[in-house]
């Protein structure tokens, strides 16, 4: 036993001085959502270690188990963050013997003193789950514990030795082959970026009662396999291993980048535009601020220092009434008259509102006066029932707008003419008769 803790102490050394060899920094994380590409996903990797029959209940065909090397390889292909597919191959020696008594006196009754098995191979294929990225509290997974199952198959060759040392081959000394389950479960330490220490322990089951070349019972047997070993991710050294990987921490690392990013961009651009803003509060406060009290910022104020309690204009300035004295006017009977000749005279186009050149010289007389005396003048259109409501609206406003139009033409004021269309609604007779209808059609003036 102490032969064989020294065997397994060296391997341990050994492999401790590899990893110190190519031990490196690890680089950041990948970013959020990157795809798988982005990591290393195969692996393999060598172990060594302790290998034992095992007692989990009851009682094992013989008393005192005795522990030697083992040694496997690993093949592994990670498919999510927590989950990947591992090939395991495992081979060494299993030893034990009934040099101890059962308990309580009880000698071991076997026709056999000790045994020895030679496994040559012990290939399996196990899903590999990595805790770590379930335990969400995480922030780096440099310690990752994980559990193993699968299913495999395996092949040996049994020496027993009876009572008085005779040695016999199980079998006739050919190869047995049995089906065994793999349980087991680890711990992985992250050295590198491309380096992973492993230690791990697995329980083998085997569909069989023979590893041991003795039939003892209604229990299978059944092995251990303690180890420690090296496993290497394949790919660029600048790539994280995918198993090391923690989505919530990364989902994190990017809140925090972006949120330290954007608090960045806006500092520097605080301070980039600092003076800037200074100058705007300036401008602001003068737009706020009205030093003689008079309603007019100073920044529109172009007549700063009013006295209190009188009246401004927009610009600030004081309002200085003028009085005007109004002019009256009279419109006399001669007035009248050429306004009555131009609208006795006033002919459109047959329902248009275009004048007719007849018209013009009693009209020109009209603008003359507006010119001359000041007046100011209302037009009021009006038409006959003939046709819509709408257009004969239309029509009669029309209508009116020609003649102030005419009429400014010729030099009259037009903020002192006034053009109104009222359409049908004013009759002056009936509109039942040709020539009620023609006194219908008409242009109201009126002076004032």
């Known amino acids: 036993m102490k032969t064989q803790f020294l065997k397994f102490s060296a391997l341990a050394l050994v492999l401790m001085t590899t990893v110190r060899t190519n031990a490196q920094e690890n680089p950041g994380r990948p970013k959020l959502f990157s795809p798988s590409s982005s990591f290393n996903t195969w692996s393999v990797g060598i172990n060594g270690g302790i290998l034992a029959p095992t007692i ?6 013989f008393t005192q188990w005795k522990a030697d090397i083992g040694y496997g390889v690993t093949i592994k292909n990670q498919l999510l963050p927590a989950l990947g597919i591992q090939a395991d191959f495992l081979a060494g020696k299993l030893k034990a013997d009934n040099s101890r008594d059962w308990g309580n006196g009880m000698a071991p009754v076997s026709p056999y003193s000790s045994f020895e098995t030679r496994v040559a191979y012990a290939t399996s294929l196990s899903g590999n789950l990595t805790l770590a990225n379930i335990y969400w509290m995480n922030r780096e997974n440099v310690v990752r514990p994980y559990m193993t199952a699968g299913y495999g198959l395996m092949g040996y060759k049994v020496t027993v030795k009876d009572q008085s040392g005779t040695q016999t081959k199980f079998n006739a000394g050919e190869n047995v082959e049995e089906a065994f389950i793999p349980i087991g479960f680890g711990l992985k330490f992250s050295l590198s970026n491309s380096v992973n220490l492993d230690l791990g322990y697995k329980m083998n089951f085997v569909d069989g009662d023979n590893l041991d070349g003795y039939r003892a019972g209604p229990q299978n047997d059944k ?19 995918l198993s090391s990987y923690n989505p919530v921490a990364a989902l994190q690392d990017d809140y925090i980048t972006r949120n330290a990013s954007l608090q960045a961009m806006l500092e520097a651009d605080r301070a980039k535009h600092a003076a800037h803003m200074e100058e705007m509060n300036k401008e602001r406060m003068r737009f706020l601020s009205d030093s003689d009290k008079d309603g007019v910022s100073d920044y529109f104020d172009k007549c700063p220092n009013t006295p209190a309690g009188v009246q401004v204009d927009g610009a600030g300035c004081e309002i200085k009434a003028t009085v005007v004295n109004p002019v009256k006017v009279v419109v006399t009977e001669e007035d009248r008259k050429v306004v009555a000749e131009a609208i006795r005279n006033l002919e459109f186009d047959f329902a248009k509102s275009t004048i007719r050149s007849t018209s013009f010289p009693s009209l020109n007389r009209v603008a003359d006066l507006l010119k001359t005396k000041d007046f100011s003048l209302k037009l009021a259109g009006h038409t006959d029932n003939i046709g819509s409501n709408a257009a004969n609206m239309k029509l009669s406003k ?4 020609s003649v102030k139009s005419y009429l400014v033409s010729q030099g009259a004021n037009p903020s002192r003419i006034e053009a109104t269309g009222y359409g049908e609604s ?7 008769t040709a020539k ?13």
């Open 56 to 61: 989990i209940s009851g009682k094992n065909d």
């Open 223 to 241: 092995f251990s396999y303690t180890h420690i070993g090296l496993e290497f991710a394949l790919g660029p050294k600048s790539k994280t291993q």
């Open 398 to 401: 029309d209508r009116a707008e």
């Open 426 to 432: 004013q009759p002056i007779a009936s509109n039942k």
């Open 436 to 448: 009620g209808r023609q006194q219908n059609r008409r242009v109201e003036f009126t002076l004032y």
